[in-house]
């Protein structure tokens, strides 16, 4: 650099390096905190399982670029089942959502809370309280619900206000007393609006029956999997022709009936040598 | 509490207490009104207002959104309801008329918690501090416009003191004070006014929607100055005052026409010579 011979940009160098200096400060400070508050962003953008979120809620991506954090829905929820996020929760601070277990919706039938949000946070168009989805039911502990225990609860079920489509009791023989029926809450998608009364209302001290996002609660077939019975619906006929009749492969003196599944049998069938009563067909022999 | 301790000593032997604290006054009175009609409704049931300053509802039928906010979701990529929207035209209408950053001095919850910041710092005679430009509030706006867009949520309002201390006021503060106190120490210790002035990106949008607007501060007196310097100790950003109060020789008007003045008549009330008053853009 030539500042020493020349005075006019010696003078004025000094002040436009300090001019770039604080440029490039200010732009890397913005840039950490914009990059900082960008990843924390994306991680607020998983909601923690048990916060769940309005009736009517965008999926969670949009959602939070739709929620402006006014509290409108929290101020018409006329029983109280709503909360903004504080900083210190683990979901996005200032919006709303609800913890099942606590207070459940109560599933208004004018569903005040989307007609209250100003942004269509919540979907206007959601105006059927039933087809709400605000998350999905699931029997996620089977060894201690009192049902799966042979013990008769149903609490899940009758508070249902779904009951019997969203919940329904499916009976079962109970193998540890030989003469009883299991009656297992059994939770349909289809109608589940994931309203947690039924996990605010299981009666075990931590709940057997749990609303959960329904993107962990559901699996996935794959796109390739048809399901043979509803081709078969859908076609209006059999897609194999002609029409196999189903083999039973069943232990040694057994009969199978529909319905009642394996029976003890009084046929005769003769025990082929070697195999042992009890036992596959298939697993004996040659037979595989 | 006065922001002008140290300054406008003259003033208040010349004018007396109430006349030198006339603004002042006035804009503590609305940011009190304001706070209290939101907090009317939670603590006496009395539902004037509902919402916070994102949007609120006046009446079940006056819609209020913050401009800012809804350009954020917008950029996010989510086009709001038909009452956010009227909400908008009647914001960006109030505060292009008056003023933007009208919004900081008269509304804004974080105000008086950076003014007792300054107040403070003034007290115990807190000099210095670390230097930032007042240019790093438009390139946090800036990022926050880009983060909104690139993240698709509304990522600044995650940890926005102004909404969440508002927010916090109405529905339950948790943590919350635990940011503002931050930035009121960034305000006694790091820097003078270094929230309002240097970072918030709020200030800055307001600035921008402000910059037109026809209400203004004018130092219409301004052969009077005797150069006592109160008005810049009282001013929130002393650098807007300088043009208009000193430029006569290079042509300069009266009128302060910086956007990040924020009308709050501060200077007015602290002249003993009646150089300010609020004027309009247009004036000589
Ligand atoms: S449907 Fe009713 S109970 Fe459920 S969140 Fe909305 S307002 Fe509250
Ligand atoms: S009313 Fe809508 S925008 Fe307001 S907090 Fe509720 S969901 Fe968010
Ligand atoms: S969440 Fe529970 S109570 Fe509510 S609809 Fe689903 S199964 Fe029924
Ligand atoms: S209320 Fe709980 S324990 Fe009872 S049947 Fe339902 S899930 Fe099982
Ligand atoms: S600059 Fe920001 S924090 Fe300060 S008064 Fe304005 S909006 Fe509030």
């Not at chain 1, 019997?164 to 009976?171: G, H, P, S, V």
Request: hydrophobic share 40%.
């Amino acid at each position: 650099m030539n500042d020493t011979n020349s005075k006019t940009p010696g003078a004025r160098q000094p002040a436009r390096r300090q001019f770039l200096i604080d440029m490039a400060k200010t732009v890397c400070t913005v840039g950490l905190m914009g990059t900082g508050l960008g990843l924390y962003a994306k991680q607020a953008k998983a909601l923690p399982p048990l916060a769940i979120r309005p009736p009517g809620a965008l999926p969670e991506a949009d959602f939070q670029g739709a929620c402006i954090r006014c509290g409108l829905c929290v101020r018409d929820c006329p029983y109280n089942i709503l909360e903004l996020a504080k900083p210190e929760h683990n979901v996005a601070t200032g919006t709303p959502y609800f913890v099942a277990r606590n207070l459940p919706c109560e599933m208004c039938e004018d569903i005040p809370c989307i007609k209250a949000c100003p942004t269509g946070a919540l979907d206007h168009g959601l105006t059927d309280i039933n087809k709400s989805k605000m998350g999905l039911a699931v029997l996620i502990d089977h060894e201690t619900c009192l049902n799966f225990l042979g013990l008769r609860c149903d609490v899940c079920y009758r508070v249902c206000p779904v009951i019997d489509k969203a919940i329904t009791l499916e009976t079962i023989h109970n193998v540890r007393t030989g003469k009883h029926t299991m009656f297992l809450p059994t939770v349909h998608s289809d109608h589940c609006t994931g309203c947690g009364k039924c996990e605010k209302s299981c009666v075990l001290e931590e709940a057997a029956i749990k609303i959960l996002p329904a993107k962990l609660a559901k699996g996935k077939l794959g796109e390739h999997y048809r399901l043979g019975w509803d081709e078969k619906t859908k076609a209006g006929k059999s897609l194999v022709a002609p029409e196999i009749e189903h083999e039973y492969t069943l232990p040694e003196g057994y009969k199978y009936e529909q319905g009642r599944g394996l029976i003890p049998g009084s046929s005769g069938e003769s025990v082929a040598p070697g195999t042992q009563p009890g036992f596959p067909k298939a697993l004996q022999g040659d037979k595989l | 509490m006065s922001a002008a301790s140290g300054a406008g000593g003259d003033t208040l032997a010349e004018k007396g207490w109430l006349a030198s604290h006339k603004w002042l006054i006035l804009r503590r009175i609305s940011q009190i009104i304001i706070l209290a009609l939101f907090l009317a409704g939670p603590l006496a049931g009395l539902w004037i207002v509902k919402g916070n300053l994102a949007y609120s509802l006046t009446l079940n039928t006056l819609p209020l959104s913050d401009p800012y906010v809804l350009l954020q979701s917008l950029l996010a990529g989510h086009i709001p309801e038909k009452m956010a929207l009227i909400g908008v035209a009647i914001m960006l209408a109030f505060y292009f008329l008056v003023g933007g950053r009208v919004y900081c001095s008269w509304v804004c919850p974080v105000n008086p918690v950076t003014d007792a910041a300054a107040w403070l710092r003034s007290r115990l005679g807190i000099k210095g501090g670390a230097h930032i430009s007042r240019k790093l509030r438009y390139w946090v706006l800036a990022m926050t416009l880009v983060l909104a867009a690139g993240t698709g949520t509304i990522a600044w309002e995650l940890i926005n003191p102004v909404s969440m201390l508002h927010r916090g006021l109405i529905f339950g503060i948790g943590m919350t004070w635990t940011i503002v106190l931050a930035v009121f120490l960034l305000d006694l210790f790091v820097s003078a006014n270094a929230w309002c002035g240097h970072v918030c990106p709020v200030g800055a949008f307001y600035s921008l929607l402000g910059k037109w607007s026809p209400l203004r501060v004018s130092a219409a007196q301004r052969e009077a100055c005797n150069d006592c310097m109160d008005c810049y100790a009282v001013c929130p950003e002393p650098q807007v005052i300088k043009p208009a109060l000193k430029g006569a020789k290079q042509g300069i008007g009266p009128v302060i026409l910086s956007p990040n003045c924020t009308n709050c008549g501060r200077c007015i009330d602290v002249c003993s010579k009646d150089v300010f008053h609020f004027g309009l853009r247009s004036a000589k």
